[in-house]
Antibody
Framework: QLQLQESGPGLVKPSETLSLTCTVS??????????WGWIRQPPGKGLEWIGS???????YYNPSLKSRVTISVDTSKNQFSLKLSSVTAADTAVYYC??????????????WGQGTLVTVSS | QSVLTQPPSASGTPGQRVTISCSGS????????VNWYQQLPGTAPKLLIY???QRPSGVPDRFSGSKSGTSASLAISGLQSEDEADYYC????????????FGGGTKLTVL
């Protein structure tokens, strides 16, 4: 059974870079033609798609975050990662990693990681 | 505000049928499929409906989805207390080089 687990600092200072890693178990990132994505949810609010990456490395980003986001994949570690630069308090959220499906235009997001809360504060 | 529009709340009594709407535009729902997600309190979202009306294995047939034009709907029949959750619609949006867009979410209360 495919499982995803987010890891990274729970507290980031304003203007710094948020870095998270998603470790995939129960399956290989590179052996299947899936996209892998990041989604976030501010406390008490709705879901926001951040972006996704194909196992070969091609990426799609939310236009509103594109200038600050980098998603990368490390197939040797079966991991993919998120970097969000110049963070502010508005970036405080639960960050989820997930498998997004075989085509980027049909965002079949399943399964999801359990999520990790990242707070931006000095 | 969200690209896809959902009512912020919905409610029903056990056994009732409730529907949740999701309104979009020609660049998202009008030209791409819709997925629905259920988020139980304190948990990660879970895929509930994909490709407008398909249920993943394990999702009860009480849940159904439909799409017409630039709108979609999620219907829950035989409402149960464990259905109390937040529900989100999602679709790909073809504008601005493309992105996944979500609805703002609907909180379903079982009275």
């Amino acid at each position: 059974q495919l499982q995803l687990q987010e890891s990274g600092p729970g507290l980031v200072k304003p203007s710094e870079t948020l870095s998270l890693t998603c470790t995939v178990s129960g399956g290989s990132i590179s052996s299947s033609s899936y996209y892998w994505g990041w989604i976030r949810q501010p406390p008490g609010k709705g879901l926001e798609w951040i972006g996704s990456i194909y196992y070969s490395g091609s990426t799609y980003y939310n236009p509103s975050l594109k200038s600050r986001v980098t998603i990368s994949v490390d197939t040797s570690k079966n991991q993919f990662s998120l970097k969000l630069s110049s963070v502010t308090a508005a970036d405080t959220a639960v960050y989820y990693c997930a498998r997004q499906g075989t085509t980027v235009t049909t965002p079949l997001i399943d399964p999801w990681g359990q999520g990790t809360l990242v707070t931006v504060s000095s | 505000q969200s690209v896809l529009t959902q009512p912020p709340s919905a409610s029903g009594t056990p056994g009732q049928r409730v529907t949740i709407s999701c309104s979009g535009s020609s660049s998202n729902i009008g030209s791409n499929t819709v997925n629905w997600y259920q988020q139980l309190p304190g948990t990660a979202p879970k895929l509930l409906i994909y490709s407008n009306n398909q249920r993943p294995s394990g999702v009860p047939d009480r849940f159904s989805g439909s799409k017409s034009g630039t709108s979609a709907s999620l219907a829950i029949s035989g409402l149960q207390s464990e259905d109390e959750a937040d529900y989100y619609c999602a679709a790909w949006d073809d504008s601005l080089n493309g992105s996944v867009v979500f609805g703002g979410g609907t909180k379903l209360t079982v009275l």
